[in-house]
């Protein structure tokens, strides 16, 4: 383990700075408080952080390389915390993304809980787009940030739970790379065991008079390209022009 600035009291973690854990260590204390100005990172394959501690997140908190982090407790208050090919499990009431970024890639190897503060965000900070794993359910109450790159599977966010699915908060939607999907394309961004609620509200981009339409499935959330409406006013307006016109020109 490298630290500095972190300082271990009475099987307590608290770091104010940076600690790395890598290569097969473990951590066994019973709490974790990575505070603001704290970066705490665990990597490598058969690294693990287990059983009784409990981790609460205010700063930068990383899983990457195959290491694995099963604790009793895992509660974000800020900051953010990146997955890139690990997995971080909470035995306890599940992930608690109270408030900040939750991104990347990888498992979820329990519940996962987004707060209305909260932003789950899979793929990175480069605007990667990637997959999480939840191996529970998948309450959804603060910001579900979706990129769509292409139209094949690895090239659109997505997030698939073994359990329930429960929507709200917003669903926000992004095109990189310049593309712009036809009108029936169709990217599944969700799926689980059941899908209930709504998105309190929805940001989808405007691209050429086309845009995305939700569609919300037994077991999985849709989005579908679609035309934007002509607004019924529009509608009314033209044919009411035509026959201004046409009553002028009979007066004549």
């Given amino acids: 383990m490298v630290s500095d600035d972190a300082s271990l009291n009475a099987a307590s973690l608290e770091n104010t700075h940076e600690v790395h854990v890598s290569f097969g260590e473990a951590v066994n204390v019973n709490s974790i408080d990575n505070t603001g100005t704290g970066i705490f990172s665990v990597t490598g394959p058969m690294t693990m952080v287990t059983a009784a501690v409990a981790i609460v997140n205010q700063g930068n908190f990383g899983v990457s390389n195959d290491a694995v982090v099963s604790v009793s407790s895992y509660d974000q208050t800020s900051g953010q915390t990146m997955i890139a090919g690990?997995?971080?499990g909470?035995?306890?009431f599940g992930v608690n993304v109270v408030a900040g970024q939750f991104l990347g890639f990888g498992d979820v190897s329990s519940d996962l809980n987004v707060g209305v503060a909260g932003v789950l965000a899979p793929g990175s900070v480069l605007d990667e787009t990637d997959r999480f794993d939840v191996a529970g359910a998948l309450l959804l109450g603060g910001t579900l940030d979706i990129d769509i790159a292409g139209p094949t599977l690895n090239?659109?966010?997505r997030v698939v739970a073994v359990d329930d699915i429960t929507l709200g908060g917003v669903l926000d939607v992004s095109l990189l790379n310049g593309f712009e999907p036809t009108i029936g394309?169709?990217?599944d961004i969700l799926?689980?065991?059941?899908?209930?609620g709504d998105f309190g509200s929805t940001l989808?981009?405007?691209f050429d008079g086309r845009t995305f339409n939700l569609v919300l499935g037994p077991d999985f959330v849709r989005l579908t390209v679609t035309a934007i409406p002509i607004p019924t006013a529009m509608y009314l307006f033209v044919p009411g022009c035509l026959l201004l016109f046409a009553r002028r020109g009979t007066t004549r």
Avoid: K, M
């Avoid at 799926?191 to 209930?196: L, N, P, Q, R």
């Fill in 204 to 206: 989808f981009p405007v």
């Fill in 191 to 196: 799926i689980g065991g059941s899908v209930t």
């Fill in 86 to 88: 690990g997995s971080l």
């Fill in 185 to 187: 394309s169709s990217f």
């Fill in 90 to 92: 909470a035995s306890n």
């Fill in 155 to 157: 090239e659109f966010d």
